[in-house]
C-alpha cells in the first residue's frame, strides 16, 4: 500500500477551499484508505476478482466500490477482464520501472549481491521489510540454475527461511512477539519452535550470531543465509541472503558463507547510512 500514497492527488480526492480543513483531512484519508484496501485484495492466490466478490470481502456499498473501481482503472492501477473482472493494471509496471532506478536499497545492493552471487556461484538477493511483511526487491546469480523461489515482488513467509528470522531477530519484543504468534504454525512446521517463547530464544541466538541459516525450508535441498540490513535506524530495513544448492557446498564452505553474507550486509548498511548523513 506504502508504494501508492505519493499517487494520491492524481486519484481524484481534491479538496476544496471551501471544505474545513480538519474534517475534509480526515475524510480524504478515509477514503484512500478505502480506496487501497482494493489493491490490497490481490495476492498470489488470488490474481483476479470481480466487482461482487470485492463488495462482499469489503462490505462496501455498490456506488462506492464503483467509484473507487472506476478511478482506479482510469489511472492504470486495475485492468479489466472482458468487463467481467478486475487485475492489476498497467500502472503498477510503469511504477515498478521508476522505483527500480529510485529505491536506495535496489542502487546500493546491486554491485553487492553481484559480487557474492559471482563468488559462490548462488543467488542472492536482497528483501524490504515492510508494515507486517517481507517482500524481495531485488537479486543477482550466478548459479546455473537458480536457486531459489523467490524472485522480485514475491512475498517470503514469516515462519520459514533465513530471509525473514534475520529481520524478526532485530525487532524489539514488543514487536516481534505478535508476529510471531501469528504465523506459529510455521515455525512448528520447521521445528523452530512450538512457543512464542522457544522461538524468541531461537531468534535471540541469530541476533548474537549476526547471521540467520536454515535449511531447505523455502526450497528443497537448497540452504538459505541472511543478516539483517539497516539504514540509520536501530530497526532492520531489509535482509540480505543468499541460497545455494546443499550439493555443491561443504563445511569450510558454509563457514565461509555465513561469514561473507554478515559483511556484505553491514557494507551495504553502511552505504544506506551515508546516504542519509
Not at 533465513?162 to 504465523?183: D, G, H, M, V, W
Not at 541472511?226 to 544448492?245: E, Q, W
Request: with cysteine; charged share 25%.
Amino acid at each position: 500500500m506504502f508504494v501508492f500514497q505519493w499517487y494520491y492527488r492524481r486519484l481524484g480526492f481534491q479538496r476544496s477551499p471551501e471544505q474545513n480543513y480538519g474534517v475534509d483531512k480526515l475524510s480524504e484519508t478515509n477514503s484512500l484508505e478505502r480506496m487501497l484496501a482494493v489493491l490490497d485484495l490481490f495476492s498470489e492466490d488470488r490474481l483476479e476478482w470481480t466487482s461482487e466478490e470485492m463488495m462482499a470481502q469489503l462490505g462496501y456499498s455498490r456506488p462506492t466500490l464503483y467509484r473507487y473501481l472506476k478511478t482506479l482503472r482510469q489511472n492504470g492501477m486495475l485492468a479489466s477482464i472482458n468487463n467481467a473482472g478486475f487485475t492489476l493494471g498497467p500502472k503498477i509496471v510503469e511504477m515498478d520501472f521508476l522505483l527500480r532506478r529510485s529505491d536506495p536499497l535496489v542502487l546500493e545492493s546491486k554491485p553487492i549481491l553481484s559480487e557474492i552471487a559471482e563468488k559462490y556461484k548462488c543467488t542472492s538477493y536482497i528483501s524490504r521489510w515492510y508494515r507486517t511483511r517481507v517482500l524481495c526487491v531485488e537479486n543477482a546469480t550466478a548459479s546455473p540454475v537458480p536457486e531459489g523461489s523467490y524472485p522480485r515482488g514475491r512475498l517470503i513467509p514469516l515462519g520459514r527461511g533465513a530471509t525473514s528470522r534475520a529481520i524478526l531477530a532485530f525487532l524489539p519484543n514488543r514487536q516481534a512477539e505478535p508476529l510471531i504468534a501469528s504465523c506459529l504454525d510455521e515455525f512448528r512446521s520447521v521445528e523452530f519452535g512450538d512457543s512464542v517463547e522457544e522461538v524468541l530464544l531461537r531468534l535471540r541466538e541469530i541476533r548474537k550470531a549476526g547471521v540467520a541459516v536454515a535449511h531447505g525450508e523455502l526450497t528443497t535441498n537448497v540452504i538459505g543465509f541472511a543478516s539483517p540490513v539497516f539504514d540509520s535506524g536501530r530497526t532492520p530495513v531489509a535482509s540480505l541472503s543468499v541460497t545455494i544448492g546443499y550439493a555443491r557446498v561443504d563445511q569450510e564452505a558454509i563457514n565461509a558463507i555465513t561469514v561473507d553474507v554478515k559483511v556484505a550486509a553491514a557494507q551495504l548498511s553502511e552505504r544506506l547510512a551515508a546516504r542519509k548523513r
